[in-house]
């Protein structure tokens, strides 16, 4: 099950630091994507643009969770020859994983 299933997502940039917010569609997946959501797995499934440090904070009230991550915009919006320099289309790119099927999603 690809995460673009479970949840909907934003993104904005500051300099060269991108930030994606991700936001369950439904507040029971929360902890199940808390747990699959790690920050080793986003660096890793974005690892063609994400340079530096990536932060998971969580927003358990929103269902939520934002990940800031460092080096990830080719030196900013003013420096980079990215087609997308904002980093756009990133939330696009990380609902694209592979999150398998929640636990509940499966129960009778």
């Not at 909907?8 to 959501?37: E, M, P, Q, W």
């Not at 915009?73 to 694209?96: E, I, Y």
């Amino acid at each position: 099950m690809k995460l673009r299933e479970l949840a909907h997502g934003r993104t904005g940039d500051k300099g060269n630091t991108l930030n994606i917010s991700v936001i369950c569609f439904d507040a029971k997946h929360f902890a199940y994507l808390r747990d699959v959501l790690t920050t080793e797995r986003v660096k890793a499934h974005l690892a063609d643009v994400v340079k530096g440090e990536v932060v998971r904070y969580e927003l358990p009230l929103l269902g939520a969770f934002n990940f800031v991550l460092g080096s990830a915009l080719g030196g900013g919006v003013t420096r980079s020859l990215a087609l997308d320099a904002h980093g756009k289309s990133m939330s696009s790119a990380l609902l694209a994983m592979e999150v398998g099927v929640p636990p509940e999603a499966t129960a009778p």
